[in-house]
C-alpha cells in the first residue's frame, strides 16, 4: 500500500492566493490582507496553554447536534485540536481539508483529530460536507473553550463590510453577534490530558500549522 503524501500548506496557500486573484476584486483581497498584517502584528504570542499545560475539559456539540466530550475522547486515545474560524474562511477550507488527508496517519498515530470554531452546527456540518471531512467540527459558542487555549479577538469592521459587499452575512455563521473569532492554533493532548504540542502561526490567519509538523510531533 502506498504511503499517504503529507501535503504542504505553504504550496496549498500559493495555489489558494493565486485563485482568490482571480476570484475576488482586488480592492477585496487588499482589505483582507490588510487586515491579516494587523493582526499579525496585534498577537504575536496567541497561546494561552502550552507544551507541558493539562487542557481543560470541555463539552461542546458535534455537527448533528451530540455533545462531544475532551475526557471521554482522552480515555480511549489523544486528541489533535485545532481552532479555526469560520465556513467562509477559505484558508479555514485548506487547512482542515489538508488535516483530513492525513486523518489515517493521525488515526494510526493513536490520536482523534478535532476542529473547533465557534460556528453554529448547522456551519460545522457545511464544513464538513464542504470538505469531505471525517472528523469531528465542534461548535464553541461564544469562543468559552477556544478563550481558555488561544487569544480571541473581534473581526475587524473593514473586513467585515468587504465580506458583505461579497455577499457573506458574517453574522448569521454565529449563535451570538459578538463577532469574535479566536486566532487560528493547534493542540495535541495527550492521554492524561497534558499538551504535548501547542503552536500557532500567529494572528495572520493566512498561515497554519503544517501538517507535517502535527505528523512529527505525534511520532515523538
Known sequence: MDKVKTPSYQEGLNELRENLSNMLPKEALDVFDQDARELEHNHTSPLKLREGDTAPNFSLSNAVNETVNLYD?????RAVLTFYRG???PYCNLALAQYQSILGEIKKAGATLIAISPQIP???LSIKEKNNLEFEVL?????????QFVKVFKNGEKPLETMAQLGF???SFYADDSRELPVPATFIIEKDGTISFAKSEGGD??????PAEIMDALKK
Open 73 to 77: 475522547v482522552l480515555k480511549e486515545s
Open 87 to 89: 465556513t467562509w474562511c
Open 122 to 124: 448547522d456551519e460545522s
Open 139 to 147: 461548535s464553541d459558542n461564544g469562543n468559552v473553550v477556544s478563550g
Open 169 to 171: 452575512d458574517f453574522d
Open 205 to 210: 490567519y493566512r498561515n497554519r500549522v503544517e
